[in-house]
């Protein structure tokens, strides 16, 4: 896997760096500005691209709009986007957009290695990897919802890890149940979501954007 890293803190982004060459990955190159990473993925066409959020000149969403035309260059680019602090905005956005390679995750999540090459590698092959710290904000925004509200705790957290990108497997394992517990599960979301059997294939998605839309309207 090729990877291209933009981060304007070069502690952070040696260190990232050193930990993905460590597992045996091609870190192509390293850029400290929106600029130098567009350049960077130009010039070595990465698997994917990690960028911060906020960077240079003003700090504010320059990450966001590179990472943006970065796709826009190069149609099915990954890109994992790192973040100091959840933008609600940004994430309902990547969410709702129904198209996968991205990934959005807290910087604090860099440091669970484990968890962070699950998500790096899932982007990577065209899924996405969400922060849970997101996703649990997002659904709490959302619960005033009358159809949200009929789920069971347990429920809402399956649904939860679906938002995040997980597949019912690494749901399994992460709540320590069965397949055929999660699938039961997932069933009865659909159900408790008016989400009909003739959408089979269009539910799982359909019930994660259901209150990521209820999330979008609800932001300021």
């Known amino acids: 896997?090729?990877?291209?890293?933009?981060?304007?803190?070069p502690l952070l982004r040696e260190g990232l760096a050193l930990l993905l060459r460590a597992e045996s990955l091609d870190v192509a190159a390293t850029a400290g500005t929106p600029q130098e990473a567009l350049d960077a993925i130009d010039a070595h066409r990465p698997d994917v691209a990690i960028l911060d959020v906020r960077m240079p000149p003003t700090h504010t969403d320059e990450g966001i709009r590179a990472a943006v035309a970065?796709?826009?260059?190069h149609p099915g680019l990954a890109v994992l986007v790192l973040s100091a602090?959840?933008?609600?905005?940004?994430?309902?956005?990547l969410l709702t957009g129904g198209v996968g390679g991205l990934g959005y995750l807290l910087k604090e999540r860099v440091g669970r290695v484990e968890e962070?090459?699950?998500?790096?590698h899932r982007v990577a092959s065209g899924g996405t990897a969400i922060d849970p710290e997101?996703?649990?904000?997002?659904?709490?925004?959302t619960r005033k919802d009358s159809r949200l509200e009929r789920l069971s705790p347990r429920e809402r957290e399956v649904?939860?890890?679906m938002a995040e990108g997980l597949g019912n497997?690494?749901?399994?394992?992460?709540?320590?149940?069965?397949?055929?517990?999660?699938?039961k599960h997932i069933r009865s979301i659909?159900?408790?979501l008016d989400l009909s059997p003739a959408d089979q294939s269009d539910r799982r998605v359909a019930a994660v954007l259901r209150y990521l839309e209820d999330a979008r309207r609800a932001t300021p």
Do not use: N, P
């Open 85 to 93: 602090y959840v933008e609600q905005s940004f994430a309902t956005q």
């Open 116 to 120: 962070f090459l699950d998500a790096l």
């Open 190 to 192: 659909f159900a408790k």
């Open 169 to 183: 497997t690494a749901i399994a394992g992460r709540l320590v149940v069965t397949d055929g517990a999660v699938h």
């Open 1 to 9: 896997m090729r990877v291209v890293i933009a981060e304007d803190d």
């Open 159 to 161: 649904l939860a890890l």
């Open 70 to 73: 970065a796709r826009d260059r």
């Open 134 to 141: 997101v996703v649990a904000q997002l659904f709490t925004r």
